[in-house]
């Protein structure tokens, strides 16, 4: 087994740096990529996007989940499971809307949704992490 931890380029840096974006793991002839949960912060990584709005936060962060896993070869068809943390479920289906746009509506991957009292950013009202799994690139050759 090869393990990466990775910050991509194009990707804002994690917040307060404590964390790396991805864990890549190849094993055998797959790669499992591990994402940190994102959250809707601009391109400097200091600054939340779209304060308090549930579809522009979930925006941004797909876009950001996008680009990790594009950077990896992935794409959001990789993914097999998503957790995404709210801070009020009774606006899931603003959410739901977003996530809609960029989820395979056929084989969705698993999920788990819970209610959080609070993110770690003032005014986040959803943090998403992901796992893809996909072909290790020359596997099999």
């Keep these: 087994m090869r393990k990466?931890?990775?910050?991509p380029a194009g990707?804002?840096?994690p917040p307060q740096g404590r964390y790396s974006h991805v864990a890549r793991l190849e094993i055998g002839d797959s790669v499992v990529l591990m994402l940190s949960g994102q959250v809707a912060v601009d391109d400097t990584g200091l600054d939340l996007v779209a304060p308090g709005d549930m579809r522009g936060q979930s925006e941004r962060i797909f876009e950001i989940i996008g680009?990790?896993?594009e950077a990896h070869g992935?794409?959001?068809r990789d993914i097999v499971n998503i957790r995404t943390y709210l801070t009020d479920m009774d606006r899931r289906s603003e959410y739901g809307e977003i996530r809609r746009k960029y989820l395979p509506?056929?084989?969705p991957p698993t999920s788990t949704t819970v209610e959080v009292s609070r993110l770690f950013l003032p005014e986040a009202v959803i943090e998403v992490e992901v796992m893809a799994v996909m072909a290790r690139p020359g596997a099999g050759e």
């Design 67 to 69: 680009k990790i896993l």
């Design 105 to 107: 509506t056929e084989e």
């Design 4 to 7: 990466i931890i990775d910050n």
């Design 74 to 76: 992935a794409t959001f």
């Design 11 to 13: 990707v804002p840096e």
